[in-house]
């Protein structure tokens, strides 16, 4: 049997070994040991979901959803879910809970450069 050294296209470059939300942050340990810290607020301003994101029209415009307000509990964390071996899935307190932040953008979100 041969063994392909190709990663797949979509394979994280560092692996979330262990996440727990401490307080008014979410401590994320890597699999090489390292640890980030991320203010949830700082994590729900950077939902990735098209709702929050923005969305691009077949024309190629896009539609930046208008900057609403968000209540406290929006910025509280109700469960954190995790999506196949790539991304986590946050579950907030005003519900929402359709951001899928793959690991290589969370640890953009918890050390921008
Ligand atoms: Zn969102």
């Known amino acids: 049997m041969e063994?392909?050294?190709?990663?797949?296209?979509?394979e994280p470059n560092m692996r979330v070994a262990d996440l727990q939300a401490i307080g008014d942050e979410l401590a994320i340990k890597w699999d090489d040991g390292?640890?980030?810290?991320?203010?949830?607020?700082?994590?729900r301003r950077h939902c990735p979901c098209a709702?929050?994101?923005?969305?691009m029209d077949i024309m190629g415009h896009l539609h930046i959803a208008p900057d609403r307000p968000l209540p406290p509990q929006a910025?509280?964390?109700v469960r954190l879910g995790r999506v196949g071996g790539y991304a986590v899935q946050p579950v907030w307190g005003d519900g929402h809970a359709t951001g899928i932040y793959s690991f290589d953008y969370l640890r953009q979100v918890a050390n921008p450069a």
């Open 51 to 55: 709702g929050c994101k923005g969305e």
């Open 3 to 10: 063994i392909s050294s190709e990663r797949t296209l979509n």
């Open 75 to 77: 910025f509280q964390l």
């Open 34 to 43: 390292s640890e980030s810290y991320v203010k949830l607020e700082r994590l």
